[in-house]
Every structure is written in C-alpha cells, then in structure tokens.
C-alpha cells in the first residue's frame, strides 16, 4: 500500500523560529519520488521540491531544508528562520513508480502558521 | 517555466447548470493532466487522469457522466461539471505533468472555486 502520513495537523511558530514539518512514507517500490507542495491561503500548490528513492542527500535551497532518510521512510522539511510568508499548508506526496504509475499520493497536509 | 493556469478562478451557478473548467499548460506540453478536488481543511483527492488524444481515467467513486473530461490537445484539458448540485461546490485543482525526462513532475494550477447555489 502507498501512504504519506503528516502527523502535525497544525504548527504555529513566531516568525524567525525553526520549523520542521514531518512526513513519514510508506511503499513497497524500490524507485519512487517524494515531492513537498506549498499552497498558501490563495489555493494554488507551488511546487517546492522533487526527490527519488535514490538520492539521500539533504538538499537546502535558501531557508529551506529537506531530510531523506531511507532507513525511516522520512522526507522531513524544515524550514529556517520562519517568515509569516511561510504561513500555508504544505503537503508531502509520493510518486510511486509501480506499473508506471503517474499518480501523486498525497498526505494529510500540515497547516503551518507564522506569528509576527 | 512550467506555468499551469486555470479557468474560471471562481464560478457561481445555480443548480442544474454544466461547468466547464478550463486547465492549460502555458510553456510546456502536456500529454497528462490530472484533476483533482479539495474540500475545506483537507488533502487533495484525484478525480482522473486525463491524456491527451483518449479517454480519461476515473479513479473509484467519481461518476464520469458527471465530470466530463476532454483532452484535446497537449496544453489544455477541460473538466465540466454536468446538473451541478450544491454538493459539488470545491475547489478543483488541475496539475499537468511536465519536465525533462526522468525528471517529471507534477505543476498545480491555481484552482477553480465552484459555488453551486
């Protein structure tokens, strides 16, 4: 079975704290993709990272982090020095790669809020 | 790169009415798109797959004679909501997939709010 599970349903923060956003991952696939999705109040998902089976490196981009841990089925996002810009819901999503599937499956969401 | 746009943002209509919702790739092709809804406070839920030149892939428990999917071309599919009925009032969220090979991802419109009255 494909599942993503974010356990927090809601994070509040005061703004240039640190915040990670936990997303644990289950699948039987040997290859398959882990992406995180930003959508903020507006509705639209914004694209914020891509990661495959494969490659464990933590990535940063900027105040943004993210931690690949295989060995826990874990795709943590952690997200630093937080500004009430980050203030969304921000969603971690499986791409398995059986039967070349295409379809995205999503966790739960987790809603963060950024307090001046 | 990678814009998804969407049409209309917001539509209110009374019940009975068809929808059409329009979901383009803006600079890049398309051969899937996928349509997906959301209710308040909660995840996204796939409603189908669409792919350029066939027919759609529902997944369980949407009606497809209810949510009609066209994919003519490599930039737009649409989705139209036919007899609305207020419980379809959402938000649907189209994405289309693109990127190089081996790198596809999936980019989100900015969603339609349909208001069925």
């Known amino acids: 079975a494909q599942k993503v599970t974010q356990a927090q349903t809601e994070i509040s923060v005061v703004e240039k704290e640190d915040v990670t956003l936990d997303c644990v991952y289950e699948t039987r696939d040997t290859t398959y993709y882990l992406f995180w999705y930003k959508q903020p109040p507006s509705g639209e998902l914004v694209f914020l990272i891509r990661?495959?089976?494969?490659?464990?490196q933590n990535e940063i981009s900027g105040r943004y982090s993210w931690n690949f841990q295989k060995s826990t089925s874990s795709f943590n996002f952690t997200i630093t020095a937080s500004q009430v810009v980050d203030s969304a819901v921000y969603f971690c999503a499986l791409n398995p790669s059986q039967g070349g599937s295409e379809k995205l499956v999503f966790g739960k969401g987790t809603k963060l809020t950024v307090n001046p | 790169g990678a814009v998804v746009s969407q049409h209309p943002s917001r539509v209110i209509c009374k019940s009975g009415t068809s929808v059409k919702i329009e979901c383009r790739s803006l600079d890049f092709q398309a051969t899937t798109m996928f349509w997906y809804r959301q209710f308040p406070k909660k995840s996204l839920m796939l409603m189908a797959t669409?792919?350029?030149?066939?027919?759609?892939?529902?997944e369980q428990g949407v009606e497809k004679d209810k949510f009609l999917i066209n994919h003519a071309s490599l930039t737009l599919s649409t989705l139209t909501v036919t007899s609305a009925h207020p419980e379809d009032s959402s938000f649907y969220i189209c994405?289309?997939?693109?990127?190089?090979?081996?790198?596809?991802?999936?980019?989100f419109g900015p969603g339609t709010r349909l208001l069925v009255l």
């Open positions: 669409s792919n350029e030149g066939s027919k759609a892939t529902y």
């Open positions: 994405s289309a997939r693109g990127g190089a090979m081996g790198e596809e991802t999936q980019y």
């Open positions: 990661r495959n089976s494969f490659d464990e």
